[in-house]
């Protein structure tokens, strides 16, 4: 890149820069692009000429705050208008949750969420946005993508990634009744989580603390056996069903993990459209508490779809929605403290296709062109034999 053209942005980032409260989303999306462009191609030519390697350097620093300057001014001047949410605000813990500003078309249609906390024994204000999942049915997890607006969850093989970005149940409820009062702004799909920003980096490694992820057999042994997710690696003539099936008699010889209680959490509807297929979900979230105090929340669930070539299928069962403990809180960035690793026992309602593992037994349903219902792998499984 020539030295004029490298003015050339610098002059629209610098008017950006004055303007940034008159820019909605899209614009912002694009002048990040231009400027990781440019610190892309200064990449290439430190490389290309070493003799200029430290001044070139300089360069891509100063690009790199760049973006980070852009970005909180985007922050400071878009959403100052609705920081003033405290009547859409909720108090769980030691945090007061506020909602910010909502966008339903942001990656993919499954839309952003800005989310404000502010930690009432510091004062300490963080923001984080998160997206309503397709495949959960719904439910809301906290937002991670790379430059290219990939979707990021972590690693599946190091981490329970279902789990690790899940948002609190509490938060969950208080979202969905009352998104309708959130205010609306075209938020753009990479504003608040480029992953190499100070800001978001900082939510990374938040989520992938080891801390969190507590390690308690039998279901630690069978996440390392069966993987962390849906698509667990192909190990022969298996099927999802017939593992979680062995480790459900495991758990019923178990006294630990007899069922102590239970109540129900509160009611869950969504409707939403995948590519002209229409899901409606009607069902309660369901609490169930171990004598060991392990904490297990399911969703109890009569699903419908009907697809866009006028067929349509229904399904009732029960899902696992994420396994903590009693005295588990929630963080910052509204997720739990603390969860169970359990690999593919906590799974989802759909997956995509190419990641269904083992010999197929069962007839999948499809979802859009990409979704598969996998419900079923739950059938006969302890605790939620238990709530049919």
Known sequence: MDFKKYIKYKKKYLNLKNKINQYGGNELDEEIERLEDIRGKLIQ??????????????????????????????????????????????????????????????????????????????????LFPVYSSKSEGG???????????????????????????????????????????????EIGNKCFFTDDLLHVSYIFKHVINSDRDIKIDPFYKYSQENGNRSGA???????????????????????????????????????????????????????????NNIVLYMLKY???????????????????????ISCSKITEFGIYDQYISAGNYIGKLFEYDFQIAGSRTYQYESLGSKYTYIGHHYNGVYPYTEFY
């Open 45 to 126: 030519k430190k490389k290309a000429n070493p003799a200029d390697k430290e001044e070139i350097q300089k360069e891509i620093i100063e690009i790199r705050y760049k973006i980070n300057d852009t970005i909180e001014r985007y922050r400071e001047n878009i959403l100052k208008p609705y920081d003033n949410c405290n009547k859409n605000s909720i108090e769980i813990d030691d945090f007061i949750f506020s909602l910010l500003a909502y966008d339903s078309t942001a990656n993919d249609d499954r839309g952003i969420l800005i989310i404000k906390s502010i930690n009432k024994i510091n004062n300490s204000e963080k």
């Open 139 to 185: 439910f809301w997890r906290l937002c991670m993508t790379s430059k290219t607006g990939m979707l990021a969850k972590g690693d599946p093989n190091t981490m329970d990634y279902i789990q690790g970005t899940f948002i609190h149940i509490k938060l969950q409820q208080f979202i969905n009744n009352n998104l309708d009062k959130c205010p609306q702004l």
């Open 233 to 291: 690696p192909y190990y022969g003539n298996w099927n999802i069903n017939s593992r979680l099936l062995e480790l459900s008699t495991k758990l019923r010889t178990l006294f630990e993990f007899q069922i102590k209680e239970h109540s129900i959490e509160g009611n869950y509807k969504k409707i939403y459209n995948i590519e002209g297929d229409l899901l409606s979900i009607d069902g309660i979230i369901i609490k169930c508490t171990f004598m």
């Open 302 to 324: 009569k699903l419908n779809v009907k697809r866009k070539d006028a067929s349509e299928y229904n399904k009732n069962g029960i899902s696992p929605i994420i396994m903590t």
